[in-house]
């Protein structure tokens, strides 16, 4: 069993009235990198500034390696944070941002000096130790701003959001780097993102985070294949989703009619007539069908095809109800004003209405 | 275009010379031989020599030096406190002070030295060095408070947040990471404080007292016996002072930027 690192035990949130978290209960274990996403304004960054201490929870408890942190001052707590501005000194050198807090911690200069060197090493920022942080291109800032807080030796490293500044190119880069130091020093990392890409290439796990509460805490995988919510089958990659009902079912098999009128076959979950579901079927996971498929197939009125390389995405309709899909440019398809279009029951996602609320 | 290459220059050198000319010829005239500051006859340096023996002269600027320095530190440490604090925490009545901070800037300095004059005297406090520096000290604070509150609010205050996390303690947080970072308005604050507070002559002249006069008091005074070509000495070597502290800080300037700029 891996060790907990961090335990949030039912922490909420209220500011001004307003309940900003809604009780999360959430355990992230040792050399983790967990990743809270979710919509702006969805708490993902209240909930970290709570394990760092910078602001204090309302109701719950919070727990770092086992120990009650809830009352504990920020400084006290073996955390540290990289801000989405850096929030660099900026009239302090490199070498000084980053020495700053063992300094604080009253760590022999020796001792300071050597580690810090180690840090530089680490961010390959070695020749820059003399610089201020304006002499610095953001992607160097962002080193220093982690240098500055991983060389603190933290049991946890809270990340909020630090490549929201940085351009596309620079943030591919970054997330490596990133990743690349997260592996060699072992430490717990919590990153806040509110970048689905962000947090799937990065993550061990995600925990997808919509009006205060976690949705569903999954590996990225999970996450696309198995989605629990609709807030998530739709906040995680494309999705084209259904309400349904249930018509009949027979012993493995169910038939269910979706809101286009289209009865459609699927694998029988325990489910009863009348049932309410939501259908979600990814447009990649559309083929196109031949004249022979009768069951689960659409008819669609193709709207706008957009090129983009390796595949073309089409935007359709069935009666009144968008529809997306993906044809393989490889794929025998010329562009059709009407497309027929066939899936697997195994691959699509069923769930249950009650689920939601 | 060559045209008015010319005629820019010409009104450059206009407007420099509408600026230094009572200067130089300030500086011209303390070398005079003839005491009236009217046409030079000769050059001497018996001025200097008198200004060293006028002993009223010399204590008024020993005053004046006194004044300035104490006021400057005190007006800019509370200022600058102030300032922090007005940034940091919200209270009632929080907007209310701010706009309250204006009142002593805007206000007829002749309006602020009559009211300092009648809270003394209602105090039954004796006029002299004491309430001439509480009196600066009560003018310049504000415009410390509203320079260092200009470069607050261009930092990014996030860094606070920054040094707690990375375990300062609040007093750590304001001496190695607020006050560094806020430093050019506090200069700039005390440079402001400190130019007020030693040419200042309304005010000073409702709140000093016997023995705590001021050098622009003195100066003042003298323009109704009759100013002396040793004021004009005198003033010349304050300009020297200054030109000196102001020529050596810009070199002191130029050095560190090429230092930055060098790699």
Redesign the interface.
């Known amino acids: 069993m891996k060790k907990v690192m961090v335990k949030l035990d039912n922490v909420k949130k209220d500011y001004e009235g307003k309940k900003i978290i809604k009780g999360i209960s959430l355990d992230i274990y040792e050399g983790e990198f967990l990743t809270l996403l979710g919509p702006s304004g969805c708490g993902k960054t209240t909930l970290l500034r709570t394990i760092?201490g910078?602001e204090k929870v309302s109701s719950g408890k919070i727990y770092i390696d086992g120990e009650d942190v809830t009352d504990v001052?920020?400084?006290k707590r073996e955390?540290?944070?990289i801000?989405q501005?850096f929030?660099?000194?900026?009239?302090?050198t490199v070498e000084k941002n980053i020495g700053?807090?063992l300094k604080?911690?009253k760590v022999p200069k020796s001792e300071i000096k050597t580690r810090v060197k180690e840090v530089i090493e680490l961010i390959q920022m070695e020749g820059f130790e003399d610089?201020?942080p304006s002499?610095l291109s953001g992607g160097q800032q962002q080193r220093v701003a982690l240098a500055?807080g991983i060389v603190?030796k933290p049991k946890v490293l809270l990340l909020d959001e630090p490549l929201s500044s940085l351009d596309m190119k620079l943030r591919k880069q970054m997330q490596v780097e990133l990743k690349r130091i997260q592996k060699k020093m072992g430490i717990t990392f919590i990153y806040v993102t509110h970048d689905q890409d962000e947090a799937l290439s990065m993550s061990d796990r995600v925990a997808i985070i919509n009006n205060g509460v976690i949705e569903q805490i999954d590996t990225p995988r999970k996450l696309y294949d198995a989605p629990k919510t609709k807030f998530v089958a739709d906040f995680i990659g494309e999705s084209n989703q259904f309400n349904a009902v249930v018509v009949s079912t027979q012993n493995d098999e169910a038939t269910i009619k979706l809101e286009i009128d289209l009865e459609i076959k699927v694998k029988n979950n325990h489910y009863d007539v009348g049932e309410r579901l939501t259908v979600i079927i990814r447009p990649e996971q559309f083929r196109l069908a031949r004249e022979k498929d009768i069951t689960n197939c659409f008819v669609v009125k193709t709207k706008e095809h957009i090129y983009s390389g390796s595949f073309t995405k089409v935007l359709g309709k069935v009666g009144k109800k968008e529809i997306e899909f993906i044809i393989y440019n490889d794929d025998d398809y010329t562009k059709n004003e009407e497309v027929k279009l066939k899936f697997s029951s195994d691959d699509i996602v069923i769930l249950e209405e009650n689920n939601e609320e | 275009m060559q045209r008015h290459r010319h005629l820019k220059n010409l009104f450059i050198f206009l407007v420099f010379l509408f600026l230094y000319l009572p200067i130089i010829t300030l500086i011209v005239f303390s070398f005079n031989t003839s005491p009236l500051n009217i046409l030079f006859e000769g050059f001497t340096l018996e001025w200097y020599g008198k200004l060293f023996s006028n002993t009223t002269l010399l204590e008024a600027l020993k005053n004046t030096i006194i004044v300035s320095v104490v006021s400057t530190v005190i007006s800019t440490f509370i200022g600058t406190l102030a300032a922090i604090g007005l940034q940091k925490y919200n209270f009632v009545g929080k907007n209310f002070i701010n706009k309250l901070l204006y009142v002593p800037v805007v206000i007829p300095e002749i309006v602020l030295g009559i009211s300092l004059l009648s809270v003394y005297t209602l105090l039954k406090l004796n006029l002299g060095l004491g309430t001439l520096i509480v009196s600066h000290i009560a003018f310049s604070i504000p415009f410390v408070i509203i320079s260092v509150r200009t470069v607050l609010n261009s930092t990014?205050l996030?860094?606070e947040?920054?040094?707690?996390?990375?375990?300062?303690?609040d007093f750590?947080t304001l001496t190695?990471?607020i006050i560094?970072?806020i430093?050019p308005g506090i200069v700039s604050g005390a440079t402001l404080a400190f130019t007020l507070s030693l040419d200042d002559v309304i005010i000073s002249y409702f709140t000093a007292g016997p023995g705590s006069n001021t050098l622009p008091l003195q100066i003042y005074a003298m323009i109704k016996t009759g100013i002396t070509p040793d004021v004009n000495a005198l003033t010349t070597l304050m300009i020297l002072v200054i030109m000196t502290v102001l020529i050596i800080s810009s070199l002191i300037q130029v050095r560190k930027m090429k230092k930055?700029y060098a790699?």
């Open positions: 760092s910078l001052i920020p400084r955390v540290n944070t801000f501005n929030a660099l000194f900026s009239h302090m700053f807090g604080m911690k610089r201020k002499q500055r603190n | 990014n996030q860094i947040e920054a040094a707690h996390d990375l375990g300062a303690n750590k190695n990471v560094p970072e430093m930055e790699r």
